[in-house]
């Protein structure tokens, strides 16, 4: 049953296989086309692979993976090589607005214009950012890419040897007659397990609708066919004849192979049990993830400063649940033609406003030196005042005497008071005489 689903591409696959013209392949570099190693080969031999046939590929980002899945023979498509993303940008959650330094997720397509073997990051190709359910959205941003040289703001970054074995695989698969492959950047591998962790995330409804085209791959094993409608992604739709997908208009009347819809509700039903007993299970608390559109602008914001050369907080900013803003205390500026001419500017800026203070301090030196001078001029003319007030008084004043007695005088006094006292000492031995003799 899913043989014939796999066969029936212009139901359930976006990957369309026609003939390679000179112009899509001529811009491939020498330095882009090394070989896959010899292991790679055999495992594809092994598998029902040939070196051309179709590929696509899967991000996940909690997990850190980024996976190659490739056609067999008999049209599904199986695993052929997983590598640990070197770094990727921002927090789980999608892309919301340029600057916010989001990896995006969602579902992508790569044609051969988009791969570049001369890029700055060794080499790359371009996700095609912003899709058709971005741009619907208002989602906007630019150069998104997967590349080399360990290093992101807002890209999905690989080793140098890495970037080369995958490029390898886009590379060959177009030279097979593949016209455009098929990115799938999922947040986390979408289990029932990992949905329960994030069941209360503000992207939770974003993640709900991704699942469903996961969903269709783990099911079909065939990339799904994506199309856009009332702003929201379906999956493996056919639109009913004359009718089409308009990314903002009204979903058109859609059928799906019996086939399908029945082993999708089956997995459903299997997904639904594990997610309800998950909810009961200790499980690891979820990862950061950006709290929407507005964390982004905030972001985004900052990246604009950062951008001109300002010197802003080292890491973005983070907006916390409560609604504060949480910054990180280091602070820095990039090191970009940009940044070197603020960082002259603060200079010549900060070298005014020293020597705006420097006058300022001079004159308020100068005005004290001055008042100092007039307070010691007037305190001396009061002293020299004082002084001579002083001086007048000491003049003016009377000048005290005191009378001593002459010592010829004070003598015969001496004399008379000694001999009064004589006398009375003879007048009471006299009278003290008499009595005892009755005289």
């Keep these: 049953m899913f043989a014939k689903l796999a066969r029936t591409g212009v139901l359930i696959s976006s990957i369309v296989v026609a003939g390679c013209n000179d112009s899509s392949m001529k811009d491939f570099a020498p330095e882009a086309n090394k070989p896959l190693p010899d292991k790679i080969l055999a495992d594809m031999k092994a598998k029902g692979m040939i070196r051309t046939s179709s590929v696509m590929a899967r991000i996940f980002k909690e997990e850190g993976k980024l996976e190659i899945w490739k056609a067999k ?39 051969p214009a988009q791969m570049n073997p001369r890029s700055n990051y060794h080499l790359s190709f371009n996700i095609g950012f912003p899709n058709a359910y971005d741009k619907a959205n208002g989602r906007t941003g630019q150069n998104l890419m997967v590349h080399g040289a360990c290093s992101s703001s807002g890209c999905y970054s690989m080793t140098d040897a890495q970037i080369e074995q995958i490029y390898a695989f886009g590379r060959d698969a177009f030279q097979g007659g593949q016209t455009e492959f098929q990115v799938e950047a999922f947040p986390f591998r979408m289990t029932a397990a990992n949905m329960a962790r994030y069941r209360n995330d503000p992207n939770y409804e974003f993640w709900k609708m991704l699942k469903v085209g996961y969903d269709n791959f783990e099911v079909t094993k065939v990339p799904p066919k994506v199309d856009v409608c009332e702003k929201r992604y379906v999956f493996n739709q056919v639109a009913a004849d004359g009718q089409t997908f308009d990314p903002t208009g009204p979903c058109p009347a859609t059928t799906q192979p019996d086939s399908l819809k029945s082993a999708y509700n089956a997995y459903q039903s299997t997904y639904d049990a594990a997610f309800n007993s998950a909810l009961k299970a200790s499980v690891p608390p979820p990862k950061p993830t950006i709290a929407g559109v507005k964390e982004a602008s905030i972001v985004s914001d900052w990246s604009k400063r950062r951008a001109r050369g300002e010197r802003v907080p080292i890491d973005p900013p983070s907006l916390n649940s409560n609604g504060t803003v949480t910054e990180t205390a280091r602070m820095g500026r990039i090191d970009s ?103």
């Design 73 to 111: 023979t008999n049209g599904r498509y199986d695993m052929v090589a997983s590598y640990d993303i070197c770094k990727w940008s921002g927090k789980l959650g999608p892309k919301y607005t340029e600057g916010d330094r989001q990896a995006p997720e969602g579902f992508y397509t790569v044609r």
């Design 337 to 439: 033609p940009a940044g070197r001419k603020m960082a002259a500017l603060d200079a010549e800026n900060a070298a005014k406003k020293k020597a705006e203070e420097q006058r300022l301090a001079a004159i308020e030196a100068a005005k004290q030196a001055k008042e100092a001078a007039k307070a010691q001029a007037l305190a001396e003319k009061e002293a020299a005042k004082a002084e001579k007030e002083a001086a007048k008084a000491a003049k003016e004043a009377p000048v005290a005497t005191a009378t001593i007695a002459a010592p010829a005088e004070a003598a015969p006094a001496a004399e008379t008071q000694a001999a009064n006292a004589d006398e009375s000492r003879v007048t009471k031995l006299k009278n003290k005489l008499l009595g005892m003799f009755g005289g």
